[in-house]
């Protein structure tokens, strides 16, 4: 029987992501392959082998391609592209570069679980999604339950990506007749898990079988420090996302700015000296956090000339 491929899903390539690929590489369990958003630009992986994701590949599928961010928005589509790619395998983990599995072998952690002839769909946070969750309305509640996951950890087996592909192609076909929106197109997570448990495919969480995860270290959005996750992560737990420096900034920037708490980052920005950034690094932060208050008040002032 054939192996299962380890897919490192990723649209840059930086120290940090070589960092991690060779984490990842020291273990042999899986075979391992690099699959790269490419839309933009080749991108250089080595002897990586390497999957690329391009701008002509939904039309090769037979998928809707005009989705913003598509391959970002469409995580599945890389799964088509690496089973067209590797037919021989059984099943696919699919990995982001900000995921941690804080275990001296990684891959030890991810072969406990059962095999793929067992569970079709393996992720975190897989559960029935919430009426006011935005993806969910992407997808008719008609046709069946809506279901959500995180994506950015997964295993999914050779026949449950042969399902999905069907669906999404069918799905492209009456998106594309309708002359719908494309902010409409449904995302990795929604229609992932949405029609494999609509069609009765085994789809588990991480958590059945013994916990490996919380909602606050391995989330959406709030980030984890990796020198935190050094010196107190949990043996054998799962991260997400996991980020240092100026990644971890601009992610903590980004949460500010949505909840409106930038005046709070001050604070975290000063803390973080000689761990996270610089003193000099310290100051460009704050300038950040300056300029974009200043762009909220200039957005607030009513007496502002509009065009």
Known sequence: MSR???LIRTHVLDDQVRAFVETMRRDPEFDL????????GRIDFGDIPKIPLISDLPAELGLYGQAPNQFWRCGDYALYAARRMLPH???FWMIE????????????????????EDVDFLA????LAEADWNWGHTMDAAEGPIWRCLYSLIRISARAIDVLLAERREASRRFEEGGRDPEWWPNDEVFTASTLARRGLACRDFNDFGEIYDGVGFSYWLPVSEHDLASSGREGWLYHPVLSGQRYFIKLFRIASQQ??????????DALIGTEWTEE????HHRALEFARAQLR????PTRLRA
């Open 124 to 127: 975190g946070h897989l559960r």
């Open 281 to 284: 690094e310290a100051v460009s």
């Open 260 to 269: 409106g708490t930038l005046d709070r980052l001050d604070r975290v920005i």
């Open 89 to 91: 395998y059984r099943a």
């Open 33 to 40: 392959f690099a699959v790269v958003d490419e839309s933009r």
């Open 298 to 301: 200039l957005d607030s002032d």
């Open 4 to 6: 299962i491929a380890l």
């Open 97 to 116: 570069p900000d995921v941690r599995i804080n275990s001296s072998r990684p891959m030890g952690v991810l072969d406990r679980f059962p095999p793929p």
